[in-house]
């Protein structure tokens, strides 16, 4: 299975090591999660939605090879 | 009809009063417009648990906020008769006090202006991944919140 690249923003970045990561065996979204939560627990307590490919999905997604993943925390611009 | 590309929203730090009165005169020739309507986002020194608010730093996801802004703008110039619309948000730090959203809109009459003006405001803040971070002192900061 390919690679993915995930994207941290706004406090979610803080959260994690680097604000750019890259996974491999991931095919979804939720699978995502769970890994994320595995390696990450501060996350649980962060509201955060996710993009594929700059797209905000709602419920567990597909993730295809080489797509950018990013964690979106409330968008606060203005 | 030409076909509208994205266009960049983002400006690196705070929109300065003359860029917005430049852009108010670079209107003057399109006399078809009857009314402006221009929403200015500034930024606010609240007093939180923390300390006061002494600026803003902005991030963003570019390439997503873009082809989000794209969107809007789209959808508002379908909805509404406007001649022109126009959108500047900042990135970096923003002192309180300084401008860190410029939407403008015009048309033939005033009412289609605000009412866009208005819409376009509500949807940027909403929808675009933009994240503002207060900075409170030399060490502490709060991510903002959209009410």
């Known amino acids: 299975m390919g690679k993915i690249k995930v994207r ?49 999905v709602h419920g567990n997604e597909l993730i295809l090879p080489e797509s950018e993943v990013a964690l979106l925390p409330p968008f606060s611009g203005g | ?18 860029k917005i009165g430049n852009s108010i005169e670079n209107h003057s020739k399109k006399t078809g417009i009857g009314g402006h309507s221009i929403f200015l986002g500034q930024v606010r020194a609240d007093v939180k648990e923390e300390g006061t608010v002494k600026g ?20 508002v110039f379908a909805k509404y008769p406007l001649t022109c619309m ?28 605000i009412d866009a003006c208005e819409e376009l405001v509500e949807r940027i803040k909403k929808e675009v991944p933009i994240w503002g971070k207060e900075i409170i002192g030399e060490e502490k900061a709060v991510w903002k919140e959209n009410k």
């Open chain 1, 8 to 56: 941290a923003f706004g406090m979610i970045a803080e959260k994690l090591p680097s604000n750019e990561l890259e996974l491999e065996n991931i095919a979804n979204t939720d699978q995502l999660l769970g890994y994320l939560y595995q390696q990450y627990p501060a996350l649980k307590h962060t509201k955060f939605s996710i993009a594929v490919n700059r797209k905000q």
């Open chain 2, 56 to 75: 803003i730093e902005y991030t963003c996801y570019e390439e997503m906020a873009l082809e989000k802004a794209f969107e809007i703008r789209e959808d």
């Open chain 2, 1 to 18: 009809m030409m076909e509208r590309k994205p266009k960049n929203i983002f400006v690196e730090g705070p929109i300065t009063p003359i």
């Open chain 2, 86 to 113: 126009h959108i500047y948000h900042s990135l970096g730090y923003i002192k309180a006090g300084e401008i860190c959203l410029f939407v403008f809109t015009s048309s033939k009459h005033r009412k289609a202006a």
